[in-house]
């Protein structure tokens, strides 16, 4: 579970199991914080890795996901690591308005070695 303060107060809905969110309310309209960066954890192959959101440009990039290949592509993987509910909870999290328009899945991806 990822606390953002020692008081966390609420759980987000719609998250996936291994998503977890606990946040703490703020006041203000919106937490000025962009591009969000946040480590990802596969638990069914061990695997850690980073997602970086992008709320102003509508971009989300994953790093290191896939370790079968190197390159950079439009992420097609999106629903498998619910990449969805990430960026809506994200933009929750920080009071954004989630946008109607869907942002841009990239990937950075890399062969890695156990």
Known sequence: MAKMCPT????????IPWQDLTVCPRWGPDINMRPVASVVFDA???HYYTVVLNH???????FGNNTDKD??????????WGGENLWKNVCK?????????????WAVDMRQVS
């Open 93 to 105: 999290v920080f009071r954004w308005e989630v946008p109607r328009r869907k942002p841009t899945w």
């Open 8 to 15: 966390a107060e609420r759980h987000l809905p719609d998250l």
């Open 44 to 46: 069914k192959c061990s």
């Open 71 to 80: 390159g950079q592509h439009f992420d097609t993987t999106v629903d498998v």
């Open 56 to 62: 102003k440009r509508l971009h989300v990039v994953t």
